[in-house]
């Protein structure tokens, strides 16, 4: 990595305003090349429990701060990321392995919570509620919840933070977070941009560890914790859940997901494919919204996957520094691994793979775009979260029989269709057991909306104005004997 600012490039923990350098080192990989680019002195349950203590502390100054304080330092610290936006984009391909302009793309996107939350923290309101009786009156105040602790994934290293990071600081709640083990130069660069844009000392710290049972069960079950997020597995979410009961933490989750993409038979098919070729490529499938299987109408499914495939052929797989790759790598090796098993598992029950279907030969992490059909419902390439560049297509025939094949998912996330009918998009947008759908769009996510699922794909919302409930807490004030 050369970067124009070596000083984002930090390898310890982030705990009140210092770097901890203390303990075993933790080395970051890059997926594309196996290479190890940076060691990190890892934490351990001891210092998040420091962390934890530290944000306790400093949370009576931080939550009463002026809403205006606190969005003057949020704004100042998106306008340093936007700056640094190469920067911590070449961090982010060198430990992630996404295409460098889609790590830039990610960098913008993660800035633009820390932008919305900026202009949010000034408008927490409460309300005035007509009383019962003439000599009492009524009102709400929203307050921050406390001190926060967080989990982020490795998929959006940047963007998971900060759509968890910026509401809570704009609430007024200090911050614990983890990022995870194979990211956490993206996460300690964002601290160090942090800490230059003004947040104080103690109110935003991030602990890297490779103990992640040690860690997460203090983040858990400290009475200290009033509000704990993650964004990962639903195996793990539902441990973590569990563990958090302890304590009644509020919880906030954003699991697993089995997303429908659905071409009806009078859909615009070359916008569709478009959209599919957006949604399930991009991070080379290794996003928690991307479409998962595609349901195509009888009609239109010789000629959808036509060109569908042909697109797919047309993507490029490379490392994420050549100027043309367009799929990176697997986060690593036994993801790439796992997708093949995936694959062949599915051509023995009756698959066919129309594109790709194996290794690709860039390296042992990367994985060919595949498109299969003749798939099943019932296989588990269709049934499991990929989390790859491979597209299952199943036929349908009725519109019933697509939402029907589309909700038979324990999971609830994100769902997409293409239709020129404006009756069945609503219809059809209504009976879709999902917390996001993207209706003739295959990228739906931004700042203004509300992200998040139901079912066991979580609980709770990110962004939008509703992404602040879930850091404050609502008080009600009775003013009596007037």
């Given at each position: 990595?050369?970067?124009?600012?070596?000083?984002?490039?930090?390898?310890?923990?982030?705990?009140?305003?210092?770097?901890?350098?203390?303990?075993?080192?933790?080395?970051?990989?890059?997926?594309?090349?196996?290479?190890?680019?940076?060691?990190?002195?890892?934490?351990?349950?001891?210092?998040?429990?420091?962390?934890?203590?530290?944000?306790?502390?400093?949370?009576?100054?931080?939550a009463?701060?002026?809403?205006?304080?606190?969005?003057?330092?949020?704004?100042?610290?998106?306008?340093?990321?936007?700056?640094?936006?190469?920067?911590?984009?070449?961090?982010?391909?060198?430990?992630?392995?996404?295409?460098?302009?889609?790590?830039?793309?990610?960098?913008?996107?993660?800035?633009s919570?820390?932008?919305?939350?900026?202009?949010?923290?000034?408008?927490?309101?409460?309300?005035?509620?007509?009383?019962?009786?003439?000599?009492?009156?009524?009102?709400?105040?929203?307050?921050?919840?406390?001190?926060v602790?967080?989990?982020?994934?490795?998929?959006?290293?940047?963007?998971?933070?900060?759509?968890?990071?910026?509401?809570?600081?704009?609430?007024g709640?200090?911050?614990?977070?983890?990022p995870?083990n194979?990211?956490?130069?993206?996460?300690?660069?964002?601290?160090?941009?942090?800490?230059?844009?003004?947040?104080?000392?103690?109110?935003?710290?991030?602990?890297?560890?490779?103990?992640?049972?040690?860690?997460?069960?203090?983040?858990?079950?400290?009475?200290?914790?009033?509000?704990?997020?993650?964004?990962?597995?639903?195996r793990?979410?539902?441990?973590?859940?569990?563990?958090?009961?302890s304590?009644?933490?509020?919880?906030?989750?954003?699991?697993?997901g089995?997303?429908?993409?659905?071409?009806?038979?009078?859909?615009?098919?070359?916008?569709?494919?478009?959209?599919?070729?957006?949604?399930?490529?991009?991070?080379?499938?290794?996003?928690?919204?991307?479409a998962?299987?595609f349901?195509?109408?009888?009609?239109?499914?010789?000629?959808?996957?036509?060109?569908?495939?042909?697109?797919?052929?047309?993507?490029?797989?490379?490392?994420?520094?050549?100027?043309?790759?367009?799929?990176?790598?697997?986060?690593?090796?036994?993801?790439?691994?796992?997708?093949?098993?995936?694959?062949?598992?599915?051509?023995?029950?009756?698959?066919?793979?129309?594109?790709?279907?194996?290794?690709?030969?860039?390296?042992?992490?990367?994985?060919?775009?595949?498109?299969?059909?003749?798939?099943?419902?019932?296989?588990?390439?269709?049934?499991?979260?990929?989390?790859?560049?491979?597209?299952?297509?199943i036929?349908?025939?009725?519109?019933?029989?697509?939402?029907?094949?589309?909700?038979?998912?324990?999971?609830?996330?994100?769902?997409?269709?293409?239709?020129?009918?404006?009756k069945?998009?609503?219809?059809?947008?209504?009976?879709?057991?999902?917390?996001?759908?993207?209706?003739?769009?295959?990228?739906?996510s931004?700042?203004?909306?509300?992200?998040?699922?139901?079912?066991?794909?979580?609980?709770?919302?990110?962004?939008?104005?509703?992404?602040?409930?879930?850091?404050?807490?609502?008080?009600?004030?009775?003013?009596?004997?007037?």
């Amino acid at each position: 990595m050369q970067l124009a600012d070596p000083n984002l490039l930090k390898t310890a923990s982030y705990i009140n305003g210092q770097w901890v350098q203390e303990g075993e080192s933790l080395a970051v990989i890059n997926p594309a090349s196996n290479a190890c680019i940076a060691r990190v002195a890892q934490g351990d349950a001891t210092l998040a429990i420091s962390a934890v203590e530290t944000a306790s502390a400093a949370y009576p100054a931080w939550a009463a701060t002026s809403a205006a304080e606190r969005s003057f330092i949020l704004r100042r610290w998106f306008e340093l990321v936007m700056q640094h936006q190469d920067d911590l984009a070449r961090i982010m391909t060198a430990e992630q392995g996404k295409p460098f302009s889609e790590a830039k793309g990610e960098i913008a996107y993660g800035a633009s919570f820390i932008e919305w939350f900026a202009e949010e923290a000034k408008r927490v309101y409460g309300d005035t509620i007509p009383g019962p009786s003439a000599d009492k009156r009524i009102s709400t105040i929203r307050q921050p919840i406390g001190v926060v602790a967080a989990i982020t994934p490795w998929n959006f290293p940047n963007s998971m933070i900060t759509r968890k990071v910026a509401p809570a600081l704009a609430a007024g709640c200090t911050i614990v977070l983890r990022p995870a083990n194979e990211t956490p130069l993206s996460a300690l660069a964002l601290a160090e941009l942090a800490e230059r844009a003004g947040v104080p000392p103690g109110v935003f710290n991030v602990i890297v560890g490779a103990d992640a049972i040690g860690i997460g069960e203090v983040l858990t079950s400290h009475p200290d914790v009033a509000k704990f997020s993650f964004t990962g597995s639903t195996r793990v979410g539902r441990s973590l859940i569990a563990q958090c009961a302890s304590t009644v933490k509020k919880v906030s989750m954003e699991l697993g997901g089995n997303a429908p993409f659905i071409v009806f038979e009078d859909a615009d098919l070359d916008a569709a494919v478009e959209g599919a070729i957006a949604s399930k490529f991009r991070n080379a499938g290794q996003t928690c919204v991307c479409a998962n299987r595609f349901l195509v109408h009888d009609k239109v499914h010789d000629a959808f996957v036509e060109k569908f495939a042909r697109r797919v052929k047309q993507l490029h797989v490379a490392q994420g520094m050549a100027p043309d790759s367009q799929i990176g790598p697997m986060i690593d090796t036994s993801a790439a691994q796992r997708i093949h098993t995936w694959v062949q598992q599915a051509i023995r029950e009756g698959a066919e793979p129309i594109v790709g279907g194996d290794y690709h030969s860039a390296g042992d992490a990367f994985y060919q775009p595949t498109v299969l059909t003749q798939v099943t419902n019932t296989m588990d390439i269709a049934r499991q979260e990929i989390f790859g560049p491979v597209a299952p297509v199943i036929r349908f025939s009725s519109d019933q029989e697509a939402v029907a094949l589309a909700n038979a998912t324990e999971y609830g996330l994100a769902a997409y269709f293409y239709t020129q009918n404006i009756k069945r998009a609503q219809h059809v947008a209504e009976q879709l057991a999902f917390g996001m759908v993207g209706i003739n769009d295959g990228i739906i996510s931004n700042a203004a909306a509300p992200f998040g699922g139901v079912k066991q794909s979580g609980m709770g919302r990110e962004g939008s104005r509703y992404g602040l409930d879930e850091y404050t807490e609502i008080k009600y004030l009775c003013l009596g004997g007037l």
